[in-house]
């Protein structure tokens, strides 16, 4: 059986956290269930990407099999760092993608390519465009790849 794999896409601030928490887990449950994806890409930057680590996290004691992954768009700077420390707490694994030729300014914009170029599912918590890398994620994802796309803000 094909593993299926699901990466999210948000913006950085989110102002009713709890609400969107609770349609997040929702979603993430509803793909391992019924759509049998027990991987999931998260880039680590915004505080969806760190909502969607924690909900994944406390899910892992129901569902122990699936897997939690960092696709980092720039190497960590030292490996003992504050940062990396976190990224082992709350990432099965770290994986840094085939991007290290494109300039650091696009870096992160490449990776969320590259996090969708992998997924068979996207959720996402995109309200607006305002030049987001959230929202240019989410228009890559819709007219460049076959992708289920699951954007919880427009429930909100």
């Not at 909502?51 to 030292?78: D, G, H, R």
Request: hydrophobic share 35%.
């Amino acid at each position: 059986m094909k593993i299926k794999i699901c990466c999210f896409a948000g913006h950085a601030n989110i102002p009713d956290e709890e609400e969107v928490k609770i349609k997040l887990k929702k979603e993430i449950i509803n793909l391992i269930e019924n759509e049998n994806v027990t991987t999931f890409y998260s880039g680590g930057k915004g505080a969806f990407d760190w909502l969607c680590a924690e909900t994944l996290k406390e899910l892992k004691n129901e569902y122990q099999y699936i897997k939690s992954y960092l696709m980092l768009a720039y190497m960590p700077k030292e490996k003992d760092s504050p940062e990396s420390i976190l990224y082992e707490e709350m990432f099965d694994k770290t994986v840094y993608p085939n991007i290290e030729n494109v300039p650091r300014r696009f870096a992160i914009l490449k990776r969320n390519k590259c996090m969708v170029d992998k997924s068979d599912f996207l959720i996402s918590y995109v309200k607006h465009d305002l030049g987001s890398g959230a929202y240019k994620t989410l228009e890559y994802a819709e007219k460049r790849k076959n992708i289920k796309i699951i954007n919880i803000a427009k429930e909100a």
